[in-house]
T-cell receptor, first 112, second 113 residues
């Protein structure tokens, strides 16, 4: 089955710790995206990548970092510099020349 | 210029009713307008999308109406069912360039049985 997987589904972190969220896709999509979702604020773009070894900051990149070493993988690191990291994180991918973005099931991060 | 304004924030209808969700945008360069449906704890899934060269698109019980001159588009759900209870997001995008989506803030729909 083709799709996007995110792991873990739930993640708990202590303040001051970095944590990495996994995103893998087997759709052969070139572009991948990370969004943050907070209640009442919709989806906000953190980082996106159109090709391997290249990525750009989105609207709320501060306190986050990414890498794109493989086409199918786009991990997101939430660093201790992110002041309010508790949120629902969504990964998405798309064919570069088409509009539809396919979303993964999400990871809910809670900072204790 | 980059905002997409979505209303209402929440909506309650009776089964069989026709909920309508509205979105407005500023950037006339946007050329792709998708709607996503999201159930609690799940990722959003594409419901239906429209390009600005058509004024209406139907897929099953879901219809998008598009008014290019007013820079507005809306989602209508015909014969709504309790299973349609979810959060709906509109978005706008440029198909050329970065393929970034600008999302609305979402509408939480509840369909009463």
């Amino acid at each position: 089955d083709g799709g996007i997987t995110q792991s873990p589904k739930y993640l708990f972190r202590k303040e001051g710790q970095n944590v990495t969220l996994s995103c893998e896709q087997n759709l052969n999509h070139d572009a991948m995206y990370w969004y943050r979702q907070d209640p009442g604020q919709g989806l906000r773009l953190i980082y996106y990548s159109q090709i391997v070894n290249d990525f750009q900051k989105g609207d709320i990149a501060e306190g986050y970092s990414v890498s794109r070493e493989k086409k199918e993988s786009f991990p997101l690191t939430v660093t201790s510099a992110q002041k309010n990291p508790t949120a629902f994180y969504l990964c998405a991918s798309s064919i570069r020349q088409a509009g539809e973005q396919f979303f993964g099931p999400g990871t809910r991060l809670t900072v204790l | 210029q980059q905002q997409v304004k979505q209303s209402p924030q929440s909506l309650i209808v009776q089964k069989g009713g026709i909920p309508i969700i509205n979105c407005a945008y500023e950037n006339t360069a946007f050329d792709y307008f998708p709607w996503y449906q999201q159930f609690p704890g799940k990722g959003p899934a594409l419901l239906i999308a429209i390009r600005p060269d058509v004024s209406e698109k139907k897929e099953g019980r879901f219809t998008i109406s598009f008014n290019k001159s007013a820079k507005q588009f809306s989602l209508h759900i015909m014969d709504s069912q309790p299973g349609d209870s979810a959060t709906y997001f509109c978005a706008a995008s440029l198909l050329q360039g970065t393929y970034k989506y600008i999302f609305g803030t979402g509408t939480r729909l509840k369909v009463l049985a």
